[in-house]
């Protein structure tokens, strides 16, 4: 393999990498072009491509690597890849890689963040306090400890979560992944029904695919406890947003997510609408450290690839 590309195209990557990341790259191709995600010039410059390099839930699809004829890389500035067809890279002799667990603590320190927000109103009581009210009888809490905390999908951030639910919190926690994971201490494994029916607050952590792409169904929706707090720093394909939009219509349930960017703004206008839906921007990962460690981990990837040592490869 020869040591640099031809051509290196970033897409919505321009605001992402610093100039010493850039550097790197500079040095291992011949020319690197910046294309903005939604560019009507993309197709025209993937023509000579032989490297792509996308920000996170961007769509790298089947007419892509085709028009492509030099493909032999695609990175991601991300842990999930769901939006990547890797099936068809792979038949392509392509090769994909992620940015895997750069952002765990940071994912899962966020959703207890996010929890302790809603559960304690902090920003309404700091509201209160700009207007000159420091009374707190207007306040009553609900605390975590001794919950039952649903956590679904247990890679390393789900696992984190946990951890945390369990250890730091006091929750009784309860799971359900598509393995069995040993060394969870004092969390259960349960079905996936159970685990959506019997418990306070529900975490979701699955990464996106054929096969999870819409398992929280309307069936597992409705059925959600009354009362119950849906966390959903995942991607939002995991769930029938329809079935969604018709539960929070009952005011019976609180649903959380931070994945607005990756919804089309027709859905998140809709969901907007709904006090008991909570969106936030994609924030979980932002911390200073997992920011860092992504651009290392991505840039690194490409580096050894080109010198012929492929790692984080998930096709």
């Known amino acids: 393999m020869k040591n ?10 321009k605001e992402t ?9 500079n040095k291992i191709a011949e020319k690197i072009v910046f ?34 004829r030099n493909f032999k890389y695609v990175g991601i500035c991300a842990t999930g890849y769901g939006r990547i067809d890797t099936q068809y890279a792979s038949s392509k002799g392509i ?16 959703v207890f963040a996010m ?14 306090v700009a207007k000159s009210i420091y009374s707190e009888a207007d306040f009553t809490g609900t605390q975590i400890k001794d919950k039952l905390f649903g956590v679904i999908g247990l890679g390393r951030i789900g696992q984190r979560v946990a951890e945390i639910a369990q250890k730091g919190f006091e929750a009784k926690t309860i799971y359900w992944s598509r393995q069995k994971k040993n060394g969870m201490g004092g969390a259960t494994y349960k079905p996936l029904e159970k685990v959506i029916k019997e418990s306070d607050i529900i975490s979701l952590h699955l990464s996106l695919n054929n096969q999870t792409e819409k398992i929280i169904n309307k069936k597992l929706i409705n059925s959600i406890k009354p ?55 994609p924030i979980g990962f932002t911390t200073l450290e ?26």
């Open 95 to 110: 090769t994909v890689c992620n940015v895997p667990a750069y952002a765990t603590e940071s994912v899962a320190e966020f």
């Open 35 to 68: 294309l903005p995600k939604d560019s009507e010039n993309i197709y025209k410059e993937l023509k000579d491509t032989d490297c792509l390099l996308v920000n996170q839930g961007m769509t790298v699809d089947k007419k892509m690597m085709d028009t492509a």
């Open 227 to 281: 009362g119950a707090i849906v966390v959903n720093t995942a991607p939002m394909e995991l769930i029938d947003l329809e079935a969604l939009e018709s539960r929070l219509k009952k005011k019976d349930i609180t649903f959380i997510l931070d994945h607005s960017d990756e919804m089309t703004l027709e859905d998140i206008k809709r969901l907007k609408e709904f006090k008991n839906c909570v969106i936030y921007p």
């Open 17 to 25: 990498l610093d100039s010493s990341f850039l550097q790197r790259l």
């Open 4 to 13: 640099k590309f031809g051509k290196i195209l970033l897409l919505n990557l």
């Open 115 to 128: 929890l302790l927000e809603h559960l304690r109103e902090i920003e309404r009581a700091k509201k209160q």
């Open 290 to 315: 997992a920011t860092e460690l992504k651009k290392e981990i991505f840039v690194s990837n490409v580096e050894n690839f080109i010198k012929g040592k492929v790692i984080n490869k998930v096709n």
